[in-house]
């Protein structure tokens, strides 16, 4: 692959990772690439090499570039865009687009529960997000809709743990849980997922129905739009008041990363 072939991989693999943590990206091309990138009607410019002497050095120059210019627009998204994990998924893969199409990698569960403890969450909490995340990707990710163990999962059952995880081809499970899960996924990825809107109304019609009962719900998507969760602000703050957690995890690839609520 030439130089300037490896450049537009490395633009192109960028704009999806910035489109999947929920940001709008405009590309000017001329002499450099030019990115702007959108957030909530604020607008970062950032420029990017199309001939850099040394490519690596200046795609993680580029990478650091676009971190600052998405902190500027909010410190919350920021939080997600590693660079150094987006960089070495290029280098390792080639690229995402070639990294997915061979199949997902697995999730990185240690980093998401390092990003947890600084969280002031208490250890056993973790363990349930981690044990819910797992539930919630295996039965999306499992055509026959059960998990390693063979155990059936999905509506009107419970994975391992006694996990309700919520899926669109079921009725409602038979019995509730102290923790509840559900997958998100975009259109062209969705088997056994709900879209991230319908996934945030069934997680609050359970929550409806099991309102003594659970006390956590997580949601797991490859999907971020804000502009949804306000929508349901007041539902969740009712239910958080009435002491049911919800956490949402974006999960890019094999990253995980725990998601602040835009209002909070």
Request: aromatic letters at 6%; glycine letters at 6%.
């Amino acid at each position: 692959m030439s130089n300037s072939a490896k450049q537009r991989s490395f633009i192109r693999d960028l704009i999806k990772h910035l489109e999947e943590i929920g940001l709008e990206v405009i590309l000017e091309q001329s002499k450099n690439y030019i990115l702007s990138i959108i957030y909530r009607n604020r607008k970062a410019k950032v420029s990017i090499s199309c001939t850099p002497t040394n490519r690596a050095s200046a795609q993680r120059a580029a990478l650091s570039d676009v971190k600052r210019k998405i902190t500027e627009l909010d410190e919350s998204i920021a939080s997600t865009f590693n660079t150094q994990g987006l960089l070495q998924m290029m280098t390792n893969n080639g690229s995402l687009h070639n990294q997915n199409m061979g199949g997902e990698p697995t999730p990185d569960y240690e980093s998401l529960r390092e990003a947890l403890t600084t969280n002031e969450l208490d250890n056993s909490t973790i363990d349930d997000i981690i044990e819910a995340v797992k539930a919630a990707i295996e039965s999306s990710d499992l055509s026959n809709g059960k998990d390693n163990g063979g155990n059936p999962i999905g509506n009107g059952g419970t994975a391992l743990n006694g996990i309700t995880v919520l899926t669109p081809d079921g009725n409602f499970p038979a019995q509730c849980s102290r923790i509840v899960t559900v997958y998100a996924r975009e259109q062209k990825n969705r088997v056994r997922a709900y879209s991230f809107k319908k996934a945030l109304e069934a997680l609050i019609d359970y929550y409806s129905r099991c309102l003594r009962i659970t006390k956590l719900g997580v949601v797991v998507t490859d999907v971020w739009r804000p502009s949804e969760l306000f929508t349901v602000e007041t539902a969740l703050d009712f239910y958080e008041a009435k002491g049911i957690r919800t956490i949402i995890i974006l999960k890019s690839n094999a990253n995980l990363h725990l998601m602040n609520f835009p209002w909070r």
